[in-house]
C-alpha cells in the first residue's frame, strides 16, 4: 500500500486520496496507437477521420450529459 494511502485510511477519510502512486504512473503511460499496421497489412481504412470523429463524439456526449 502506498503510504497516502494508508494515511487517506488511517486518519479515517471517506474516499481514496484523488492521485495516488499508481494514478500518476498511469498518468504517466504513452497511451498512443497507431493503425499504420492495420492500414498496411489488412488494407484497413477508417470511415471517419480522428478529428471527424473526435467532433462526433464530442457532440454526442454533450447530448447524453443533457440526458442524465
Same mark, same amino acid.
Given at each position: 500500500? =502506498?503510504? !497516502?494511502?494508508?494515511? @487517506? !485510511?488511517?486518519?479515517?477519510?471517506? @474516499? +481514496? +486520496? +484523488? ?12 497511451? &498512443?496507437?497507431?493503425i $499504420? ?6 488494407? =484497413?481504412? +477508417?470511415?471517419?477521420?480522428? &478529428? $471527424? ?5 464530442? $457532440?454526442? =456526449?454533450?447530448r447524453?450529459?443533457? @440526458?442524465?
Amino acid at each position: 500500500m =502506498y503510504k !497516502r494511502q494508508g494515511l @487517506a !485510511r488511517w486518519i479515517g477519510a471517506k @474516499a +481514496p +486520496p +484523488p492521485l495516488t502512486q499508481g494514478r500518476l504512473k498511469f498518468l504517466g503511460l504513452n497511451l &498512443d496507437f497507431s493503425i $499504420e499496421k492495420a492500414k498496411r497489412e489488412l488494407g =484497413y481504412q +477508417p470511415r471517419v477521420s480522428f &478529428d $471527424e470523429g473526435m467532433r462526433a463524439t464530442t $457532440e454526442w =456526449y454533450k447530448r447524453q450529459k443533457g @440526458a442524465v
